[in-house]
């Protein structure tokens, strides 16, 4: 059965530190993988998608994650974080006609000054 | 704007009530869906469609009845609300393709049932 695990319930980081977001997938087909972030009160934005090609996809926010297969593995990451990055992020797994999306449990993410 | 509108933003019910959560799409996207979000389980899929008239389950479905009479609405109701039904509710849509493109989600409905 398919799944998506982010093993991180909440990570704290320094506002300008690096930021990476683990997220482990099981799913027997080809996988196309997504990452979505949540702002408080706000419904879900997509920072990026992968489908095939090149693993390391570049985002909307400055976000990349890179596509390990080796790994079931798609990390979300970003260079110098900022205080707006502070959300809630989540790793999905979809089926190739883009129905049925299947969701971590989300990351909190907070910034301290 | 296009985009997906979710009506009411918020509701409380009591325990034996029903209600409707709407769910509308200007986008002419065929596929739609319903989401809860609870918290440390992230979002699990309660019904979804593929086109109007066509309608299957998700992980969660049980108490909730959707029904898709055109391309651009999808309802979900609760027929007889219970406390477990208390959560954040997201409908979702996205193109049908030989690609996933993402889904857009609305802003949600958070329901409390008393």
């Known amino acids: 059965a398919q799944s998506v695990t982010q093993p991180d319930i909440h990570i704290t980081v320094s506002e300008g530190a690096s930021l990476e977001l683990r997220c482990n997938y099981s799913?027997?087909?080809?996988?196309?993988l997504f990452w979505y972030v949540q702002s408080p009160g706000q419904g879900l934005q997509l920072l990026l998608k992968y489908f095939s090609g090149d693993t390391l996809v570049q985002g909307i926010k400055g976000f990349e994650a890179e596509f390990k297969r080796s790994q079931s593995s798609f990390n979300l990451r970003k260079p110098s974080v900022h205080w707006s990055d502070a959300a809630e992020y989540f790793c999905?797994?979809?089926?190739?006609?883009?129905?049925?999306?299947?969701f971590g449990q989300g990351t909190e993410l907070s910034v301290k000054p | 704007n296009a985009g997906v509108t979710q009506t009411p933003k918020f509701q409380v019910l009591k325990t034996g009530q029903s209600m409707t959560l709407q769910c509308a799409q200007d986008m002419n996207h065929e596929y739609m869906s319903w989401y809860r979000q609870d918290p440390g389980m992230g979002l699990r899929l309660i019904h979804y469609s593929v086109g109007a008239g066509i309608t299957d389950q998700g992980e969660v479905p049980n108490g909730y009845n959707v029904s898709r009479s055109t391309t651009e609405d999808f309802p979900l109701r609760l027929l007889s609300a219970a406390p477990s039904q208390t959560s954040v509710y997201f409908c979702?849509?996205?193109?049908?393709?030989?690609?996933?493109?993402?889904?857009?989600f609305g802003s949600g409905t958070r329901l409390t049932v008393v």
């Open positions: 979702a849509s996205s193109r049908v393709g030989q690609s996933p493109y993402g889904y857009t």
């Open positions: 999905a797994v979809g089926a190739h006609k883009g129905s049925e999306l299947i």
């Open positions: 799913y027997g087909a080809t996988p196309y």
